[in-house]
T-cell receptor
Framework: DAKTTQPPSMDCAEGRAANLPCNHS???????VYWYRQIHSQGPQYIIH???NNETNEMASLIITEDRKSSTLILPHATLRDTAVYYC????????????FGGGTRLMVKP | EAQVTQNPRYLITVTGKKLTVTCSQN?????MSWYRQDPGLGLRQIYY???????DKGDVPEGYKVSRKEKRNFPLILESPSPNQTSLYFC??????????????FGQGTRLTVV
């Protein structure tokens, strides 16, 4: 089971890029990395996922290192509405791909 | 609109009075699950279902039951609620492709208080 490690909190200035790191050094070759975020007490929201290649969608970019032991979620122009807890998750294959939410990174976007 | 709908959003009940929290999704997803969220403990999975009539325990199943008689519905049943089940509950669903769950959609949550 690949466990993830994230910094507990980060600050970012509004309009600047937010770079959220995640360490998943025990990830296996066919396990994906998923990112979700939770704004206040709302339901978690899917952001992006990837296996090996870098990925980009309308919300964010995901950069995965070549050895796949870490990744970075990039919000290119953070807004106040991006203030949330961000979770990096490697689903557990032997438990029906269960999403195990760790502590995540609390991102505070400041004016 | 693709969504996961939970009801009720808020519920206050008394110890021992059976209750059901409903969850419905309109995306024809095979995989559904329930989580609870408590301060300092994060989101923990209660039960999950890989398809109709297939359910399994998550990390914290004690005190809960589920059923999956139809693909779209996955109710969470508390036969005899206790105060330690006071929590924020989320239902989620996702499509399975190649044995892997794709992005999960979460409901808006049910805040349950047991007194």
């Amino acid at each position: 089971d690949a466990k993830t490690t994230q910094p507990p909190s980060m600050d970012c200035a509004e309009g600047r890029a937010a770079n959220l790191p995640c360490n998943h050094s025990t990830i296996s070759g066919n396990e994906y990395v998923y990112w979700y975020r939770q704004i206040h007490s709302q339901g978690p929201q899917y952001i992006i996922h990837g296996l090996k290649n870098n990925e980009t969608n309308e919300m964010a970019s995901l950069i995965i290192t070549e050895d796949r032991k870490s990744s970075t979620l990039i919000l290119p122009h953070a807004t106040l509405r991006d203030t949330a807890v961000y979770y990096c998750i490697v689903p557990l294959e032997n438990a029906g791909n269960m999403l195990t939410f760790g502590g995540g990174t609390r991102l505070m976007v400041k004016p | 609109e693709a969504q996961v709908t939970q009801n009720p959003r808020y519920l206050i009940t008394v110890t021992g009075k059976k209750l059901t929290v409903t969850c419905s999704q309109n995306m024809n997803h095979e995989y559904m699950s329930w989580y609870r969220q408590d301060p300092g403990l994060g989101l923990r999975q209660i039960y999950y279902s890989m398809n109709v009539e297939v359910t399994d325990k998550g990390d914290v199943p004690e005190g809960y039951k589920v059923s999956r008689k139809e693909k779209r519905n996955f109710p969470l049943i508390l036969e005899s609620p206790s105060p330690n089940q006071t929590s924020l509950y989320f239902c989620a669903s996702s499509l399975r492709s190649g044995g892997v769950n794709t992005e999960a959609f979460f409901g808006q949550g049910t805040r349950l208080t047991v007194v």
